[in-house]
């Protein structure tokens, strides 16, 4: 079945770095689109990068380009965000998402901590 496992994330300065990961397994990863999502306390779950193949093409939400990069091992089917410049707004649960048939899967998510 699809699986999907995020880790990396913690507590971290204001200006720090973070790397996420997203374990994946179940479907033919190297053709799907995987996506980060995140969900502030209160608010509504929100897309902040995407990468879509063939060609590993990416978006970022205009609030996190230039900070933030996602990529992928399509041989370790892993998916990454790295994380740059973090600033309390980006804290958070973070999401990978998968698009498989037509259907969207998450993991359990990672929580992520901006704070001095």
């Known amino acids: 079945q699809v699986q999907l496992v995020e880790s990396g994330g913690g507590l971290v300065q204001p200006g720090g770095s973070l790397r996420l990961s997203c374990a994946t397994s179940g479907f033919t990863f190297s053709s799907t689109p995987i996506t980060w999502h995140r969900q502030a306390p209160g608010k509504e779950r929100e897309s902040v990068a995407s990468?879509?193949?063939?060609?590993?093409?990416?978006n970022y939400a205009d609030s996190v380009k230039g900070r933030f990069t996602i990529s992928r091992d399509n041989a370790k089917n892993m998916v990454y965000l790295q994380m740059n410049n973090l600033k309390p707004e980006d804290t958070a649960v973070y999401y990978c998402?998968?698009?498989?048939?037509?259907?969207?899967?998450w993991g359990q998510g990672t929580q992520v901590t901006v704070s001095s």
């Open positions: 998402n998968a698009a498989v048939r037509g259907l969207g899967y």
């Open positions: 990468s879509t193949p063939p060609w590993g093409s990416t």
